[in-house]
């Protein structure tokens, strides 16, 4: 099944980007990768995501996939610093590539958190700030009182704030959608992004997004996976303006992944709003 339209993947990393997503054959790290690949449906081989071990080939699958836009995630937690000037540096020289920059107030205090967006969205040219509450030492939900400054500063500049989910979260009882409708609440006009769509709790998140516009969620390569079609269920619904689509490349093929979500069969319209639409107007991009 093909696609004549636009479309935007909202998490999608170069192999090259750290060992995490692959970047050094011969490592546990690296056969992480291909088991994850296999576990979350990957068809064929699963050492794909091997091509893009180099620039040249990580934007070679970018456009022989067809995208219009692939935002690259980083990342700042105790065990794992994605730093926002190497977001910067593998984005900024590519038009078809959009960051996404990140902070850690536990790390860094509120006021570096703080410091460190203004410098991520003004001077590095990222587009929007992601937090890992439960990935903290100690875990923290996403309604902690530490994280409400961040919030308020990136409301403030208009920033969307994107939150990592899901059942790789350390302990799962932090991965509990619960908290992030304080935040909806609290914040209205701040863009909420949940990344993995807090999968396996997929009703509960759908419920939240139901009450709150300012959620949206991105189930990415989890999309997939058994117990999803509520996502689908309520992208025929109102679910149709919240629901974003990102294959979680190097984790999946982001070909198959496009190929996957349109044999979900929606409607033209629907595909348009998940695969381009609603990503655009979030990240405030073309």
Not at 174 to 195: C, E, H, K, M
């Amino acid at each position: 099944m093909s696609h004549q339209g636009n479309v935007i993947d909202m998490r999608c990393r170069p192999a090259y980007l750290h060992d995490f997503f692959g970047a050094t054959p011969g490592t546990d790290a690296f056969e992480t990768a291909r088991w994850l690949n296999r576990r979350v449906g990957s068809r064929g081989d699963d050492q794909h995501f091997t091509r893009s071990l180099t620039e040249e080939g990580f934007l070679a699958e970018v456009r022989e996939a067809g995208l219009s836009k692939a935002v690259v995630v980083g990342r700042h937690t105790p065990s794992q610093h994605l730093p926002n000037d190497r977001i910067h540096q593998i984005v900024a020289p590519h038009s078809e590539l959009i960051g996404i920059g990140a902070v850690d107030p536990a790390l860094q205090g509120v006021d570096g958190a703080i410091a460190e967006i203004d410098r991520a969205i003004k001077e590095l040219g990222l587009s929007a700030i992601n937090l890992e509450p439960s990935f903290a030492e100690p875990a923290r939900h996403p309604d902690a009182a530490l994280y409400f400054p961040i919030y308020e500063h990136c409301a403030a500049l208009g920033v969307p704030v994107s939150l990592m989910s899901g059942p790789t979260t350390p302990d799962p009882r932090f991965n509990d959608p619960s908290g992030l409708a304080r935040v909806a609440q609290a914040f209205p006009t701040l863009p909420l992004i949940a990344y993995h769509g807090y999968w396996p709790n997929v009703a509960q998140a759908i419920g939240i997004a139901f009450r709150y516009e300012n959620v949206h969620l991105v189930p990415d390569m989890y999309l997939f996976q058994p117990g999803s079609q509520l996502y689908i269920e309520a992208a025929n619904s109102f679910l149709s303006d919240q629901l974003l689509f990102g294959s979680s490349y190097t984790f999946r093929p982001i070909r198959q992944s496009i190929e996957d979500f349109l044999a979900f069969g929606l409607p033209d319209a629907v595909n348009e709003k998940v695969l381009y639409a609603n990503a655009k107007r979030v990240l405030n991009t073309q």
